[in-house]
């Protein structure tokens, strides 16, 4: 069954910063992959995504991220962390086939002035 | 905007009572699912449906029950509340092409 594995529950950065949140899968076959942000009290928005193509993907409020096949990876990634982005990123992988997507349990960004 | 809306948003209940909370889509979508997310678990799947009157049970189903009768509508049941069930609900629907998922706003359900 597929898993997927987010690098710890809190990450800590200042502002102005890099922000590195990673997320690998555990599948043989690259999955479809998707990162998600929670705003305090909503539901889940999809943030970018994977599906096939170009493997360096850029999404909203300059984030991107970039598909290793060779590292069954997917980190998220943004040069210059903002306080507005300090709520929760979702990491999702979605086999061939299926449309049930496996979640990560949840990274919340953190950061300092 | 999928046109996801949830109810109710909020609700106070009590140990043994039934609840329930409805999903309500505008697109006719196909999959829907219902999710519950608590602090260190993430999102959990309970059920999801694939189309009227098909359902299938998640990874957390148990104490749990659904109806999809009609395409728009997805009901989760909670035939006797437990305050293990005290959680945020989330319904969310997929966009098929593309396998992203759209979520409602979510249910906070307090069982005392």
């Known amino acids: 069954a597929q898993s997927v594995t987010q690098l710890g529950s809190h990450v800590s950065v200042s502002e102005g910063a890099l922000v590195l949140l990673r997320c690998n899968y555990s599948?043989?076959?690259?999955?479809?992959l998707f990162w998600y942000v929670q705003y305090p009290n909503q539901g889940l928005q999809l943030l970018l995504k994977?599906?096939?193509?170009?493997?360096l993907v850029k999404g909203i409020n300059g984030f991107e991220a970039e598909f290793k096949k060779s590292e069954t990876s997917f980190h998220l990634t943004k040069p210059s962390a903002h306080m507005s982005d300090a709520v929760e990123y979702f990491c999702?992988?979605?086999?061939?086939?299926?449309?049930?997507?496996?979640f990560g349990r949840g990274t919340s960004l953190i950061v300092h002035p | 905007d999928a046109g996801i809306t949830q109810s109710p948003r909020h609700k106070v209940t009590e140990t043994g009572t039934p609840v329930t909370l409805r999903c309500h889509q505008t697109?006719?979508?196909?999959?829907m699912y219902w999710y519950r997310q608590d602090p260190g678990h993430g999102l959990r799947l309970i059920h999801y449906?694939?189309?009227?009157?098909?359902?299938d049970k998640g990874e957390v189903s148990d104490g749990y029950s659904v109806s999809r009768s009609k395409t728009e509508d997805f009901l989760l049941t909670l035939e006797s509340a437990t305050s293990s069930q005290t959680s945020v609900y989330f319904c969310?629907?997929?966009?098929?092409?593309?396998?992203?998922?759209?979520f409602g706003e979510g249910s906070r359900l307090t069982v005392l």
């Open positions: 994977y599906t096939t193509g170009a493997t």
């Open positions: 999702a992988a979605l086999s061939g086939g299926s449309y049930i997507p496996t």
């Open positions: 449906s694939y189309g009227v009157k098909d359902t």
């Open positions: 697109e006719n979508h196909r999959y």
């Open positions: 969310a629907i997929t966009w098929e092409n593309t396998g992203e998922l759209f």
């Open positions: 599948s043989s076959v690259p999955p479809y």
